[in-house]
């Protein structure tokens, strides 16, 4: 009943974060009934896109300009690198306007389950930047998880042995406009522990 080409597309969509079939086979029809706009700009856009867009030899960002936009300001501050775990956490916390340093993507966390272990991960790129001089502060921006809570402590242990003693972590705990009824159990427990006096 649909095409081998169709079938096709609508796996691929299908395959994509936050998407399953049924999305997948929605906005295969979206296209196809925008075809004459949507179809041609999203086609242009994704080869653009797979030519030009490449992962920063410095930081690891995505970008067309090498290294990145985010390495060439030189309004930055490269004394202070945010250590976060994707591209995606990188631009969350851009979207804030507060963050003004330099930033080093990971690519991942540790995790002995799924056999990642340090040399997966862009961990001796963020070693050979703190050991180039410079860099007096870090700030490890990992996810809360058992994961980015084991990678956090790895790096914290050799980032000691490299003589940088600013290493601090996000702040955890209850969320602006959070309601304390409505919060976990993990989250109370860590806004309790990491209180401040006022």
């Known amino acids: 009943m649909i095409s081998s080409e169709l079938k096709t597309l609508i796996n691929l969509l299908s395959k994509l974060p936050g998407l399953g079939p049924r999305s997948g086979k929605r906005i295969a029809l979206h296209l196809l009934h925008q075809r004459a706009t949507t179809l041609p700009a999203l086609t242009s856009s994704l080869q653009e896109v797979n030519l030009k867009v490449k992962e920063c030899s410095v930081c690891g960002n995505l970008d067309s300009l090498e290294p990145c936009t985010l390495c060439q300001d030189a309004r930055r501050d490269s004394s202070i690198l945010c250590v976060v775990e994707s591209v995606a956490d990188l631009w969350a916390l851009e979207r804030t306007s507060s963050y003004k340093g330099q930033y080093h993507v990971l690519g991942g966390v540790l995790s002995a389950m799924d056999g990642i272990g340090p040399e997966n991960l862009r961990i001796a790129d963020l070693f050979k930047r703190c050991r180039s001089g410079g860099v007096t502060e870090v700030i490890l921006a990992l996810n809360a998880t058992v994961e980015g809570q084991t990678t956090s402590h790895y790096l914290t242990d050799r980032l000691r042995e490299m003589n940088i003693s600013d290493i601090s972590s996000l702040a955890r705990g209850?969320?602006?406009?959070?309601?304390?009824?409505?919060?976990?159990?993990?989250?109370?427990?860590?806004?309790?522990?990491?209180?401040?006096?006022?």
């Open 174 to 198: 209850v969320p602006i406009g959070g309601e304390l009824d409505y919060l976990d159990e993990g989250t109370l427990s860590t806004a309790l522990l990491s209180r401040r006096r006022m």
